[in-house]
Protein backbone atom coordinates (compact mmCIF):
# COMPACT_ATOMS: atom_id res chain seq x y z
CA UNK A 1 0.00 0.00 0.00
CA UNK A 2 1.23 3.61 -0.59
CA UNK A 3 0.71 6.15 1.97
CA UNK A 4 0.97 9.59 1.31
CA UNK A 5 2.32 11.86 4.64
CA UNK A 6 0.64 15.50 3.81
CA UNK A 7 1.79 16.53 6.93
CA UNK A 8 4.59 16.28 9.63
CA UNK A 9 4.05 13.63 12.23
CA UNK A 10 6.50 11.56 14.99
CA UNK A 11 8.70 8.94 12.19
CA UNK A 12 8.07 5.99 14.49
CA UNK A 13 4.07 6.17 12.47
CA UNK A 14 6.21 5.89 8.91
CA UNK A 15 8.21 3.47 10.54
CA UNK A 16 5.70 1.13 11.81
CA UNK A 17 4.07 1.04 8.46
CA UNK A 18 7.40 0.49 6.29
CA UNK A 19 8.41 -2.45 8.66
CA UNK A 20 5.07 -3.98 7.40
CA UNK A 21 5.44 -3.31 3.36
CA UNK A 22 3.83 -0.20 3.21
CA UNK A 23 5.29 2.36 1.04
CA UNK A 24 5.53 5.76 2.37
CA UNK A 25 6.02 8.81 0.40
CA UNK A 26 7.36 11.94 2.05
CA UNK A 27 4.67 15.00 0.76
CA UNK A 28 4.74 17.54 2.84
CA UNK A 29 6.25 20.03 0.73
CA UNK A 30 3.58 19.99 -2.19
CA UNK A 31 0.44 22.41 -2.02
CA UNK A 32 -3.13 21.50 -2.71
CA UNK A 33 -3.04 22.10 -6.32
CA UNK A 34 0.20 19.53 -6.67
CA UNK A 35 -1.52 16.92 -4.35
CA UNK A 36 -4.44 17.09 -6.04
CA UNK A 37 -2.55 15.86 -9.23
CA UNK A 38 -0.54 12.86 -7.94
CA UNK A 39 -2.63 11.83 -4.58
CA UNK A 40 -4.97 9.31 -6.92
CA UNK A 41 -2.55 6.45 -6.55
CA UNK A 42 -2.31 6.45 -3.44
CA UNK A 43 -4.05 3.91 -0.56
CA UNK A 44 -3.84 6.14 2.64
CA UNK A 45 -3.27 9.63 3.84
CA UNK A 46 -1.62 10.84 6.78
CA UNK A 47 -3.04 14.58 7.51
CA UNK A 48 -2.79 16.95 10.66
CA UNK A 49 -4.43 20.25 9.84
CA UNK A 50 -2.18 21.81 6.41
CA UNK A 51 -5.06 20.43 3.80
CA UNK A 52 -8.50 20.40 4.26
CA UNK A 53 -9.81 17.12 2.41
CA UNK A 54 -13.12 17.99 1.35
CA UNK A 55 -15.33 16.35 -1.39
CA UNK A 56 -13.15 18.18 -4.24
CA UNK A 57 -10.11 16.72 -2.99
CA UNK A 58 -11.30 13.58 -1.81
CA UNK A 59 -12.98 12.88 -5.36
CA UNK A 60 -9.51 12.51 -6.69
CA UNK A 61 -8.54 9.75 -4.56
CA UNK A 62 -9.42 7.25 -6.46
CA UNK A 63 -7.51 4.47 -4.36
CA UNK A 64 -7.79 6.26 -0.93
CA UNK A 65 -8.85 3.11 1.65
CA UNK A 66 -7.62 5.14 4.62
CA UNK A 67 -6.92 8.86 6.17
CA UNK A 68 -5.41 8.87 9.48
CA UNK A 69 -5.35 12.15 10.93
CA UNK A 70 -2.63 12.82 14.13
CA UNK A 71 -4.95 14.57 16.39
CA UNK A 72 -8.28 14.41 17.86
CA UNK A 73 -10.50 16.89 15.56
CA UNK A 74 -11.37 15.93 12.39
CA UNK A 75 -13.32 18.83 10.76
CA UNK A 76 -10.91 19.11 8.29
CA UNK A 77 -12.27 15.72 6.55
CA UNK A 78 -15.54 15.60 4.72
CA UNK A 79 -16.26 12.59 7.06
CA UNK A 80 -19.94 11.81 5.06
CA UNK A 81 -18.50 11.39 1.75
CA UNK A 82 -15.07 9.37 2.99
CA UNK A 83 -17.97 7.15 4.26
CA UNK A 84 -19.98 6.70 1.15
CA UNK A 85 -16.67 6.21 -1.21
CA UNK A 86 -15.66 3.31 1.80
CA UNK A 87 -12.50 5.26 3.26
CA UNK A 88 -11.62 3.99 6.98
CA UNK A 89 -10.57 7.27 8.96
CA UNK A 90 -8.90 6.90 12.01
CA UNK A 91 -8.01 10.09 14.67
CA UNK A 92 -5.59 9.49 17.61
CA UNK A 93 -7.11 11.27 20.77
CA UNK A 94 -6.13 8.67 23.18
CA UNK A 95 -2.51 10.38 22.08
CA UNK A 96 -2.79 13.46 23.46
CA UNK A 97 -5.49 13.24 25.79
CA UNK A 98 -3.52 13.34 29.13
CA UNK A 99 -1.20 16.41 27.15
CA UNK A 100 -4.67 18.40 27.20
CA UNK A 101 -5.67 17.32 30.30
CA UNK A 102 -2.43 18.67 32.53
CA UNK A 103 -2.76 21.63 29.88
CA UNK A 104 -6.09 22.43 31.46
CA UNK A 105 -5.01 22.07 35.21
CA UNK A 106 -1.65 24.81 34.29
CA UNK A 107 -3.73 27.18 32.63
CA UNK A 108 -6.50 26.92 35.87
CA UNK A 109 -4.05 27.09 38.51
CA UNK A 110 -2.06 29.81 36.47
CA UNK A 111 -5.49 32.41 36.17
CA UNK A 112 -6.46 31.40 40.24
CA UNK A 113 -3.09 32.13 41.39
CA UNK A 114 -2.59 35.16 39.19
CA UNK A 115 0.77 33.80 38.33
CA UNK A 116 0.88 35.53 34.70
CA UNK A 117 0.55 38.99 36.37
CA UNK A 118 2.55 37.81 39.56
CA UNK A 119 5.75 37.14 36.99
CA UNK A 120 5.62 40.27 35.37
CA UNK A 121 5.06 42.51 37.94
CA UNK A 122 8.19 40.97 39.92
CA UNK A 123 10.25 40.62 36.78
CA UNK A 124 9.32 44.57 36.84
CA UNK A 125 10.27 45.03 40.62
CA UNK A 126 6.78 45.30 41.90
CA UNK A 127 6.02 43.61 45.07
CA UNK A 128 1.81 43.52 45.43
CA UNK A 129 1.15 40.53 47.50
CA UNK A 130 -2.14 41.55 48.15
CA UNK A 131 -3.02 42.28 44.36
CA UNK A 132 -1.74 39.12 43.84
CA UNK A 133 -3.74 37.07 46.21
CA UNK A 134 -5.11 33.94 44.45
CA UNK A 135 -8.43 31.06 44.48
CA UNK A 136 -8.12 27.99 45.78
CA UNK A 137 -9.25 24.97 43.55
CA UNK A 138 -10.44 22.64 46.44
CA UNK A 139 -14.35 23.08 47.04
CA UNK A 140 -14.99 24.02 43.68
CA UNK A 141 -17.42 22.50 40.94
CA UNK A 142 -16.12 21.99 37.87
CA UNK A 143 -18.50 21.24 35.10
CA UNK A 144 -17.20 18.85 32.23
CA UNK A 145 -18.73 19.48 28.32
CA UNK A 146 -18.01 16.34 26.59
CA UNK A 147 -17.18 13.45 28.43
CA UNK A 148 -14.48 11.36 25.85
CA UNK A 149 -10.96 10.98 25.59
CA UNK A 150 -9.89 14.58 26.57
CA UNK A 151 -12.89 15.44 28.83
CA UNK A 152 -12.59 12.12 30.77
CA UNK A 153 -8.04 12.91 31.31
CA UNK A 154 -9.28 16.30 32.83
CA UNK A 155 -11.56 14.48 34.94
CA UNK A 156 -9.13 12.38 36.32
CA UNK A 157 -6.52 14.90 36.68
CA UNK A 158 -8.46 16.91 38.72
CA UNK A 159 -9.24 13.77 41.16
CA UNK A 160 -6.64 14.89 43.81
CA UNK A 161 -7.69 18.91 44.09
CA UNK A 162 -10.46 17.91 46.65
CA UNK A 163 -13.33 19.17 43.60
CA UNK A 164 -16.91 18.15 42.32
CA UNK A 165 -16.61 17.06 39.14
CA UNK A 166 -19.82 16.94 36.60
CA UNK A 167 -19.83 16.13 33.28
CA UNK A 168 -22.32 16.02 30.69
CA UNK A 169 -22.25 14.40 27.17
CA UNK A 170 -24.89 14.25 25.00
CA UNK A 171 -23.71 11.23 23.09
CA UNK A 172 -22.63 8.98 26.04
CA UNK A 173 -24.47 7.61 29.21
CA UNK A 174 -23.32 5.35 32.17
CA UNK A 175 -20.15 6.95 32.47
CA UNK A 176 -20.09 7.90 36.03
CA UNK A 177 -17.36 6.42 38.54
CA UNK A 178 -15.64 7.62 41.92
CA UNK A 179 -14.54 10.58 39.99
CA UNK A 180 -17.04 12.03 37.63
CA UNK A 181 -20.65 12.34 38.29
CA UNK A 182 -22.92 12.00 35.03
CA UNK A 183 -24.86 15.12 35.47
CA UNK A 184 -27.29 17.01 33.02
CA UNK A 185 -26.84 20.88 31.76
CA UNK A 186 -29.11 21.78 33.98
CA UNK A 187 -27.18 20.57 37.17
CA UNK A 188 -23.89 22.21 35.53
CA UNK A 189 -26.14 25.31 35.09
CA UNK A 190 -27.03 25.39 38.60
CA UNK A 191 -23.89 23.84 40.41
CA UNK A 192 -20.79 25.31 38.05
CA UNK A 193 -18.07 27.44 39.20
CA UNK A 194 -15.98 26.05 36.26
CA UNK A 195 -17.09 25.51 32.52
CA UNK A 196 -14.65 23.33 30.62
CA UNK A 197 -15.40 22.61 27.17
CA UNK A 198 -14.10 19.28 25.52
CA UNK A 199 -16.23 18.62 22.41
CA UNK A 200 -15.21 18.74 18.61
CA UNK A 201 -16.32 21.39 16.28
CA UNK A 202 -19.30 20.43 14.23
CA UNK A 203 -22.77 22.60 13.50
CA UNK A 204 -24.28 21.94 16.64
CA UNK A 205 -21.55 23.18 18.64
CA UNK A 206 -20.20 26.24 16.79
CA UNK A 207 -20.71 28.99 19.37
CA UNK A 208 -22.01 27.06 21.74
CA UNK A 209 -21.41 29.48 24.25
CA UNK A 210 -23.36 32.36 23.75
CA UNK A 211 -25.15 35.15 25.60
CA UNK A 212 -28.28 32.98 25.90
CA UNK A 213 -26.09 29.76 27.31
CA UNK A 214 -24.34 32.02 29.73
CA UNK A 215 -27.45 33.50 30.75
CA UNK A 216 -27.96 30.12 31.86
CA UNK A 217 -25.75 29.90 34.71
CA UNK A 218 -27.10 30.41 38.36
CA UNK A 219 -23.91 32.04 39.16
CA UNK A 220 -20.55 33.50 37.72
CA UNK A 221 -18.25 31.26 36.18
CA UNK A 222 -14.76 30.50 35.33
CA UNK A 223 -14.32 29.18 31.43
CA UNK A 224 -11.67 26.50 29.81
CA UNK A 225 -11.66 25.87 26.24
CA UNK A 226 -9.18 23.24 24.95
CA UNK A 227 -11.80 22.07 21.95
CA UNK A 228 -11.84 24.41 18.98
CA UNK A 229 -12.15 27.77 18.99
CA UNK A 230 -15.35 28.46 17.45
CA UNK A 231 -17.31 26.76 20.62
CA UNK A 232 -16.95 29.87 22.05
CA UNK A 233 -18.68 32.82 21.03
CA UNK A 234 -15.56 35.57 21.20
CA UNK A 235 -17.83 38.76 21.73
CA UNK A 236 -20.18 37.23 24.28
CA UNK A 237 -17.48 36.13 26.17
CA UNK A 238 -15.77 39.06 26.30
CA UNK A 239 -19.58 41.00 27.21
CA UNK A 240 -19.53 38.45 30.03
CA UNK A 241 -16.46 39.25 31.73
CA UNK A 242 -16.62 42.76 31.75
CA UNK A 243 -19.80 42.10 33.48
CA UNK A 244 -18.29 39.66 36.09
CA UNK A 245 -20.87 36.74 34.81
CA UNK A 246 -17.52 35.16 33.62
CA UNK A 247 -14.61 35.33 36.34
CA UNK A 248 -12.32 33.97 34.00
CA UNK A 249 -11.29 32.45 31.12
CA UNK A 250 -8.65 29.36 29.87
CA UNK A 251 -8.45 29.54 26.08
CA UNK A 252 -6.20 27.54 24.21
CA UNK A 253 -8.25 27.85 20.70
CA UNK A 254 -9.29 30.95 19.77
CA UNK A 255 -12.55 31.49 17.19
CA UNK A 256 -9.81 33.85 14.83
CA UNK A 257 -7.28 31.14 14.27
CA UNK A 258 -6.60 29.65 11.11
CA UNK A 259 -8.07 26.08 9.70
CA UNK A 260 -4.02 24.45 10.42
CA UNK A 261 -4.37 26.22 13.77
CA UNK A 262 -0.60 28.01 12.97
CA UNK A 263 -1.67 31.52 13.54
CA UNK A 264 -4.54 34.01 14.27
CA UNK A 265 -6.65 35.40 11.68
CA UNK A 266 -5.17 37.93 9.38
CA UNK A 267 -5.64 41.72 9.72
CA UNK A 268 -7.13 43.35 12.30
CA UNK A 269 -8.76 41.63 15.52
CA UNK A 270 -12.16 42.16 16.25
CA UNK A 271 -12.57 44.67 19.44
CA UNK A 272 -13.27 41.42 21.40
CA UNK A 273 -10.33 39.58 21.00
CA UNK A 274 -8.60 42.56 21.74
CA UNK A 275 -10.36 43.01 25.07
CA UNK A 276 -9.27 39.37 25.60
CA UNK A 277 -5.74 39.95 25.01
CA UNK A 278 -5.63 43.05 27.64
CA UNK A 279 -7.75 41.23 30.28
CA UNK A 280 -5.74 39.97 33.28
CA UNK A 281 -8.59 37.40 33.64
CA UNK A 282 -7.71 35.52 30.55
CA UNK A 283 -4.91 33.03 30.15
CA UNK A 284 -3.89 32.96 26.43
CA UNK A 285 -2.24 29.68 24.56
CA UNK A 286 -1.20 29.06 20.75
CA UNK A 287 -2.83 25.29 20.78
CA UNK A 288 -1.01 23.85 22.12
CA UNK A 289 -2.83 22.16 24.77
CA UNK A 290 -2.08 18.63 22.88
CA UNK A 291 1.31 19.35 21.50
CA UNK A 292 4.06 17.71 24.46
CA UNK A 293 6.81 15.93 23.31
CA UNK A 294 5.44 13.27 24.63
CA UNK A 295 1.90 13.36 22.42
CA UNK A 296 3.70 14.01 19.14
CA UNK A 297 5.04 9.94 19.71
CA UNK A 298 1.82 9.23 21.23
CA UNK A 299 -0.29 10.35 18.15
CA UNK A 300 1.46 8.43 15.77
CA UNK A 301 2.03 5.05 17.73
CA UNK A 302 -1.80 5.00 18.14
CA UNK A 303 -2.72 5.96 14.60
CA UNK A 304 0.30 3.17 13.68
CA UNK A 305 -2.13 0.62 15.53
CA UNK A 306 -4.98 1.47 14.46
CA UNK A 307 -3.93 1.32 10.48
CA UNK A 308 -2.04 -2.06 10.73
CA UNK A 309 -5.37 -3.43 13.11
CA UNK A 310 -6.90 -2.58 9.74
CA UNK A 311 -4.92 -3.00 6.73
CA UNK A 312 -1.62 -5.01 8.35
Given at each position: ????????????????????????D??????????M??????????IR??????????????????????????????????T?????C???P???????????????L?????????N????????DR??????????K??????????????????????V????????????????????T?????D????L?????QT???????????????????Y???L??G?????S?????????????A???????????????????????M?????????????????????????L?K???????????
Amino acid sequence: MKVAFIDTVHPCLQEALTAKGFRCDDLTAMDREKLMEVIGTYDGIVIRSRITLNQSFLERCTALKFIARSGAGMENIDLDFATQRGVQCFNAPEGNRDAVGEQAIGMLLMLFNRLAQGNVQVRQGLWDREGNRGVELGGKTIGIIGYGNNGSAFAKKLAGFDVKVLAYDKYRQGFGNDMVEEATMEAIFDQADVLSFHIPQTEETIHLLDEAYLNKFRKPIYVINLARGKVVKTSALAAALKTGQVLGACLDVLEYEKASFEHIGEGQLPEAMQYLIQSNNVILSPHVGGWTHESYYKLSKVLADKVLAAFG
